[in-house]
């Protein structure tokens, strides 16, 4: 069972990717490029209104509960990728010797810390959708997620080391 548990979440963490970049395809609009990662970054209140009044803009209130549910989904999402960057670093460091296991070990834990990161995100960016928008909800949620995509890029780089690492060593006679 426990072997099923990094394919779980890889298939888990893909499957996810595509039901969010299409839920939160109509988010992207001139005003809104990058779509809900505008709304993540939107680090005042002034950004977070005028990003959400560009999606009652758009196409009537209908943005903003696509804006909803996009971040709904995220809730799972996030189960599947701090999973799998959790269980992938912590394979690598396995393989690994001496610092660069104590390292894989650290940004395993940091994995899971940028899930839980993503939580508190999730839950400003809904409390501004439901129109509490706020200096401190918005600077939070910046913050929050800020430290989230930073540990959650470290960890996808010491994954990306790890298999190459363990290819040049399959490569070698």
């Known amino acids: 069972m426990k072997k099923y548990l990094l394919?779980?979440?890889?298939?888990?963490?893909?499957?996810?990717?595509?039901?969010?970049?299409?839920?939160?395809?109509?988010?992207?609009?001139?005003?809104?490029?990058?779509?809900?990662?505008?709304l993540e970054f939107a680090y005042t209140d002034i950004k977070t209104t005028t990003i959400i009044n560009a999606w009652y803009e758009e196409s009537h209130p209908h943005k903003i509960f696509v804006a909803i549910y996009n971040t709904f989904w995220d809730f799972l999402f996030l189960f599947f990728y701090a999973g799998f960057l959790f269980l992938a670093c912590k394979k690598i460091a396995l393989n690994v010797k001496g610092t660069a296991s104590k390292i894989g070990n650290l940004i395993a834990r940091g994995a899971i810390v940028a899930g839980i990161l993503d939580v508190f995100e999730n839950i400003g960016m809904l409390l501004s959708l439901h129109g509490h928008i706020h200096q401190v909800i918005s600077f939070l949620t910046v913050f929050f997620s800020v430290i989230?995509?930073?540990?959650?890029?470290?960890?996808?780089?010491y994954v990306l080391t790890g298999l190459l690492q363990w290819a040049f060593q399959k490569i070698k006679f």
Not at 12 to 33: H, N, S
Not at 148 to 157: E, H, Q
């Open 7 to 38: 394919p779980f979440f890889f298939i888990g963490t893909i499957v996810m990717m595509v039901v969010m970049a299409k839920t939160g395809a109509p988010l992207k609009t001139p005003a809104t490029p990058l779509g809900i990662l505008d």
């Open 148 to 157: 989230k995509w930073g540990l959650a890029i470290i960890a996808v780089l």
